[in-house]
Antibody, heavy 123, light 107 residues
Framework: QVQLVQSGAEVKKPGASVKVSCKAS????????ISWVRQAPGQGLEWMGW????????NYAQKLQGRVTMTTDTSTSTAYMELRSLRSDDTAVYYC????????????????WGQGTLVTVSS | EIVLTQSPATLSLSPGERATLSCGAS???????LAWYQQKPGLAPRLLIY???SRATGIPDRFSGSGSGTDFTLTISRLEPEDFAVYYC????????FGGGTKVEIK
Protein backbone atom coordinates (compact mmCIF):
# COMPACT_ATOMS: atom_id res chain seq x y z
CA GLN A 1 0.00 0.00 0.00
CA VAL A 2 1.11 3.56 -0.69
CA GLN A 3 2.72 5.27 2.29
CA LEU A 4 4.46 8.58 2.81
CA VAL A 5 6.36 8.70 6.11
CA GLN A 6 7.76 12.03 7.23
CA SER A 7 10.57 12.91 9.62
CA GLY A 8 9.91 14.01 13.18
CA ALA A 9 9.07 17.34 14.76
CA GLU A 10 11.66 20.13 14.75
CA VAL A 11 12.26 23.21 16.88
CA LYS A 12 14.32 25.94 15.25
CA LYS A 13 15.43 29.46 16.08
CA PRO A 14 14.55 32.39 13.81
CA GLY A 15 17.01 32.65 10.94
CA ALA A 16 17.84 28.94 10.95
CA SER A 17 17.00 26.33 8.30
CA VAL A 18 14.96 23.14 8.48
CA LYS A 19 14.95 20.09 6.20
CA VAL A 20 11.97 17.74 6.30
CA SER A 21 12.01 14.31 4.67
CA CYS A 22 9.21 12.25 3.16
CA LYS A 23 9.95 8.56 2.48
CA ALA A 24 7.65 6.94 -0.08
CA SER A 25 6.80 3.27 -0.45
CA UNK A 26 4.25 1.08 -2.19
CA UNK A 27 4.52 2.64 -5.66
CA UNK A 28 7.03 3.58 -8.37
CA UNK A 29 8.52 6.72 -6.85
CA UNK A 30 9.72 8.27 -10.11
CA UNK A 31 6.29 8.11 -11.75
CA UNK A 32 4.65 10.69 -9.48
CA UNK A 33 5.36 14.22 -8.36
CA ILE A 34 5.35 15.31 -4.73
CA SER A 35 3.96 18.59 -3.41
CA TRP A 36 4.57 20.17 -0.03
CA VAL A 37 1.65 21.82 1.78
CA ARG A 38 1.81 23.57 5.15
CA GLN A 39 -0.78 24.46 7.76
CA ALA A 40 -0.16 27.07 10.45
CA PRO A 41 -1.84 26.38 13.83
CA GLY A 42 -5.61 26.71 13.49
CA GLN A 43 -5.30 27.90 9.89
CA GLY A 44 -5.95 26.60 6.39
CA LEU A 45 -3.76 24.83 3.86
CA GLU A 46 -1.01 26.57 1.90
CA TRP A 47 0.69 24.98 -1.13
CA MET A 48 4.45 25.51 -1.02
CA GLY A 49 5.65 23.88 -4.19
CA TRP A 50 6.09 20.70 -6.23
CA UNK A 51 8.88 18.47 -7.46
CA UNK A 52 8.87 15.87 -10.19
CA UNK A 53 10.42 12.69 -8.82
CA UNK A 54 11.22 11.73 -12.41
CA UNK A 55 13.52 14.57 -13.42
CA UNK A 56 13.74 16.90 -10.40
CA UNK A 57 11.85 19.76 -12.04
CA UNK A 58 10.38 22.10 -9.46
CA ASN A 59 7.70 24.76 -9.20
CA TYR A 60 7.61 26.89 -6.04
CA ALA A 61 4.94 29.19 -4.66
CA GLN A 62 5.93 32.76 -5.41
CA LYS A 63 5.91 33.88 -1.77
CA LEU A 64 8.52 31.24 -0.86
CA GLN A 65 10.82 31.65 -3.90
CA GLY A 66 14.40 32.01 -2.73
CA ARG A 67 13.78 30.44 0.70
CA VAL A 68 12.62 26.95 -0.23
CA THR A 69 14.36 24.09 -2.02
CA MET A 70 12.76 20.73 -2.84
CA THR A 71 14.83 17.73 -3.82
CA THR A 72 14.48 13.98 -4.19
CA ASP A 73 16.73 10.97 -3.71
CA THR A 74 15.48 8.29 -6.07
CA SER A 75 17.83 5.67 -4.56
CA THR A 76 15.86 5.84 -1.29
CA SER A 77 12.49 7.05 -2.67
CA THR A 78 12.67 10.09 -0.43
CA ALA A 79 11.61 13.68 -1.03
CA TYR A 80 13.03 16.60 0.92
CA MET A 81 11.89 20.14 1.61
CA GLU A 82 14.37 22.68 2.98
CA LEU A 83 13.17 26.06 4.22
CA ARG A 84 15.74 28.73 5.10
CA SER A 85 15.73 32.01 7.03
CA LEU A 86 12.95 30.75 9.26
CA ARG A 87 10.55 33.22 10.86
CA SER A 88 7.94 32.76 13.56
CA ASP A 89 5.18 32.69 10.95
CA ASP A 90 6.79 29.58 9.40
CA THR A 91 5.59 27.65 12.46
CA ALA A 92 3.28 25.05 10.95
CA VAL A 93 2.64 21.41 10.22
CA TYR A 94 4.35 20.54 6.93
CA TYR A 95 2.84 17.80 4.75
CA CYS A 96 4.14 16.01 1.67
CA UNK A 97 1.46 14.83 -0.74
CA UNK A 98 1.57 12.64 -3.85
CA UNK A 99 0.05 13.61 -7.21
CA UNK A 100 -3.07 11.59 -7.90
CA UNK A 101 -1.99 10.90 -11.49
CA UNK A 102 1.29 9.63 -12.88
CA UNK A 103 3.34 12.01 -15.01
CA UNK A 104 1.37 15.02 -13.83
CA UNK A 105 2.44 18.65 -13.95
CA UNK A 106 2.46 20.59 -10.69
CA UNK A 107 -1.17 21.58 -11.29
CA UNK A 108 -2.85 18.56 -9.79
CA UNK A 109 -4.61 17.14 -6.77
CA UNK A 110 -3.30 14.75 -4.12
CA UNK A 111 -4.41 11.26 -3.18
CA UNK A 112 -1.86 10.28 -0.52
CA TRP A 113 -0.44 12.46 2.23
CA GLY A 114 2.29 12.09 4.81
CA GLN A 115 1.41 12.26 8.47
CA GLY A 116 2.75 15.79 8.83
CA THR A 117 5.81 17.28 10.53
CA LEU A 118 5.44 20.06 13.08
CA VAL A 119 8.09 22.74 12.68
CA THR A 120 8.19 25.28 15.51
CA VAL A 121 10.19 28.48 15.07
CA SER A 122 10.85 30.18 18.37
CA SER A 123 13.66 32.07 20.05
CA GLU B 1 -3.48 33.99 -8.34
CA ILE B 2 -6.99 32.56 -8.09
CA VAL B 3 -8.50 33.22 -4.66
CA LEU B 4 -11.02 30.66 -3.39
CA THR B 5 -13.67 31.80 -0.89
CA GLN B 6 -15.54 29.11 1.00
CA SER B 7 -18.91 29.65 2.64
CA PRO B 8 -20.21 29.38 5.19
CA ALA B 9 -17.21 29.37 7.53
CA THR B 10 -19.13 27.08 9.89
CA LEU B 11 -22.14 24.87 9.21
CA SER B 12 -24.06 23.51 12.23
CA LEU B 13 -26.14 20.47 11.32
CA SER B 14 -27.45 17.24 12.81
CA PRO B 15 -26.62 13.70 11.68
CA GLY B 16 -28.88 12.69 8.81
CA GLU B 17 -29.22 16.24 7.47
CA ARG B 18 -27.98 17.46 4.09
CA ALA B 19 -24.87 19.65 3.95
CA THR B 20 -24.20 22.10 1.13
CA LEU B 21 -20.77 23.76 1.05
CA SER B 22 -19.81 26.48 -1.43
CA CYS B 23 -16.50 27.45 -3.00
CA GLY B 24 -16.29 30.63 -5.07
CA ALA B 25 -13.33 31.51 -7.28
CA SER B 26 -12.05 35.01 -8.08
CA UNK B 27 -11.57 33.90 -11.71
CA UNK B 28 -12.91 31.04 -13.77
CA UNK B 29 -11.26 27.72 -12.93
CA UNK B 30 -10.19 26.17 -16.21
CA UNK B 31 -11.42 22.70 -17.10
CA UNK B 32 -13.22 22.50 -13.74
CA UNK B 33 -9.91 21.66 -12.12
CA LEU B 34 -11.31 21.80 -8.61
CA ALA B 35 -10.94 19.30 -5.75
CA TRP B 36 -12.43 18.90 -2.29
CA TYR B 37 -10.68 17.52 0.79
CA GLN B 38 -11.86 16.53 4.26
CA GLN B 39 -9.63 17.08 7.28
CA LYS B 40 -10.17 15.83 10.83
CA PRO B 41 -8.22 17.18 13.82
CA GLY B 42 -4.62 16.01 13.94
CA LEU B 43 -4.84 14.21 10.59
CA ALA B 44 -3.78 14.93 7.03
CA PRO B 45 -6.39 16.00 4.48
CA ARG B 46 -8.23 13.29 2.55
CA LEU B 47 -9.16 13.69 -1.12
CA LEU B 48 -12.93 13.43 -1.67
CA ILE B 49 -13.65 14.91 -5.10
CA TYR B 50 -11.47 15.88 -8.08
CA UNK B 51 -12.24 17.55 -11.42
CA UNK B 52 -15.24 19.18 -9.69
CA UNK B 53 -17.46 16.08 -9.68
CA SER B 54 -15.44 12.84 -9.72
CA ARG B 55 -15.33 10.90 -6.46
CA ALA B 56 -11.91 9.70 -5.35
CA THR B 57 -11.29 6.01 -4.71
CA GLY B 58 -13.23 4.68 -1.73
CA ILE B 59 -15.32 7.78 -1.15
CA PRO B 60 -18.99 7.03 -0.30
CA ASP B 61 -21.62 8.16 -2.78
CA ARG B 62 -23.24 10.48 -0.22
CA PHE B 63 -20.46 12.91 -1.20
CA SER B 64 -20.99 14.70 -4.51
CA GLY B 65 -19.44 17.70 -6.22
CA SER B 66 -20.82 20.03 -8.84
CA GLY B 67 -20.18 23.37 -10.49
CA SER B 68 -18.02 25.05 -13.08
CA GLY B 69 -16.45 28.40 -13.85
CA THR B 70 -16.39 30.32 -10.58
CA ASP B 71 -19.00 28.50 -8.47
CA PHE B 72 -18.58 25.03 -7.02
CA THR B 73 -20.51 23.00 -4.46
CA LEU B 74 -19.81 19.98 -2.27
CA THR B 75 -22.95 18.19 -1.09
CA ILE B 76 -23.15 15.56 1.62
CA SER B 77 -26.57 14.00 1.16
CA ARG B 78 -27.04 12.61 4.69
CA LEU B 79 -24.45 13.44 7.33
CA GLU B 80 -22.91 10.51 9.16
CA PRO B 81 -21.18 11.04 12.53
CA GLU B 82 -17.75 10.64 10.88
CA ASP B 83 -18.48 13.47 8.40
CA PHE B 84 -18.12 16.25 10.98
CA ALA B 85 -14.82 17.81 9.97
CA VAL B 86 -13.29 20.73 8.05
CA TYR B 87 -13.61 20.76 4.26
CA TYR B 88 -11.28 22.54 1.85
CA CYS B 89 -11.59 23.25 -1.85
CA UNK B 90 -8.49 23.45 -4.04
CA UNK B 91 -8.09 24.70 -7.61
CA UNK B 92 -5.36 23.44 -9.91
CA UNK B 93 -6.32 25.15 -13.16
CA UNK B 94 -3.98 28.11 -12.66
CA UNK B 95 -1.10 27.41 -10.34
CA UNK B 96 -2.56 25.91 -7.19
CA UNK B 97 -4.51 27.43 -4.29
CA PHE B 98 -6.74 26.30 -1.43
CA GLY B 99 -9.84 27.86 0.05
CA GLY B 100 -10.03 28.87 3.70
CA GLY B 101 -12.19 25.92 4.74
CA THR B 102 -15.71 25.21 6.03
CA LYS B 103 -16.16 23.53 9.39
CA VAL B 104 -19.13 21.16 9.59
CA GLU B 105 -20.03 20.82 13.27
CA ILE B 106 -22.66 18.92 15.18
CA LYS B 107 -25.69 21.02 16.05
Amino acid sequence: QVQLVQSGAEVKKPGASVKVSCKASGYTFTSYGISWVRQAPGQGLEWMGWISAYNGNTNYAQKLQGRVTMTTDTSTSTAYMELRSLRSDDTAVYYCARDRLEWSSFQTNFDYWGQGTLVTVSS
Amino acid sequence: EIVLTQSPATLSLSPGERATLSCGASQSVSSSYLAWYQQKPGLAPRLLIYDASSRATGIPDRFSGSGSGTDFTLTISRLEPEDFAVYYCQQYGSSLTFGGGTKVEIK
